[in-house]
């Protein structure tokens, strides 16, 4: 019986997957991707993150009285990593108000959803492994972050992609990194990532119902040293994994998005994005 559903299962986990390399041009084709807008605000990361959630039907349910932090300045989102499902779904929990920590090797996987991402400075690509020069790597985030009109940074601080119960320690890497640049960071946990489509188990689910949880905002000025920053953000952490997989979503409200951020994208990153889709679409 397992083996026959997974093979029952498998068609709709491949379309998924096809959908999702494609979905760039694919909602630019509906024009909800407004590459032809040359002038005004817009919000192309949200868009194409609420239209995959559409697709795959997903519910999302809201933990506890937090709301996703909106500062005028840069911040930083940390992130539990569950499966590929996790790109869409965290940019769309995070309104587009954020660009993804990504390894260089996810390009090699989705080129053509990369190249439009890119573009947009909704991704900030690195290459995995030990950095030998921190200052250096800190002062190329810091220029990534100066010339995106995107000012979250989406960071999975778990550093690897797991389906289990509990979470993986924390890496703190980019803590010291927010810590450096005083950044205030927020934890948003969602449970159920992994049934919307997971990799591991070439399973996709339409309809699926997420429960989301956002913390208080863990200011890193407000800490002198680095290890007790890092030590209130793991007990934050460790929380809100604990509120939100432990949940009863019967009694949760559905999650609403109020005043979804706009950005004013320079001109020539408009002039590559309606370049590049029609390539794109061809």
């Known amino acids: 019986m397992g083996l026959l559903r ?5 068609p709709y986990f491949f379309f998924s997957i096809f959908v999702f390399y494609w979905s760039l041009p694919l909602f630019a084709i509906v024009y909800r991707i407004r590459f032809l807008q040359m002038s005004g605000k817009r919000r192309d990361m949200y868009e194409w993150s609420s239209c995959m959630r559409k697709f795959f039907g997903v519910t999302v349910l809201k933990y506890g009285q937090q709301s996703l932090f909106k500062g005028s300045g840069n911040c930083m989102y940390l992130c539990n990593h569950r499966s590929w499902a996790d790109f869409f779904l965290d940019v769309y929990l995070t309104e587009g ?6 390894r260089m090797m996810v390009a090699v996987a989705f080129p053509i959803f990369i190249t439009s991402v890119a573009i947009l400075k909704g991704i900030v690509l690195f290459k995995r492994g030990t950095i030998a020069d921190k200052e250096k790597f800190n002062a190329w985030l810091d220029d990534k972050l100066a010339t995106s009109p995107i000012p979250g940074l989406l960071v999975y601080p778990e550093g690897h992609r797991s389906t289990r119960p509990t979470s993986l320690p924390l890496k703190r890497g980019m803590l010291h990194y927010a810590y450096s640049r005083k950044l205030p960071v ?3 946990i969602s449970s159920g990532k992994e049934v919307v489509m997971s990799e591991k188990t070439r399973r996709a689910a339409h309809g699926a119902t997420l429960v989301v949880g956002y913390s208080p905002v863990v200011n890193a000025s407000a800490f002198s040293d680095f290890n007790a920053f890092a030590t209130e953000v793991q007990r934050v952490w460790d929380a809100m994994w604990g509120d939100v997989y432990s949940a009863d979503p019967a009694g949760l409200p ?3 998005l109020d005043n979804v951020p706009e950005f004013d994208y320079p001109p020539d990153m408009r002039h590559k994005q309606a370049a590049i889709t029609p390539f794109s679409i061809g």
């Not at 997974?6 to 498998?10: E, G, P, V």
């Not at 108000?97 to 990504?102: F, I, K, R, T």
């Open 254 to 256: 559905p999650l609403t």
């Open 6 to 10: 997974q093979t029952l299962a498998a």
């Open 186 to 188: 927020q934890v948003i």
């Open 97 to 102: 108000n954020s660009a993804l920590m990504s």
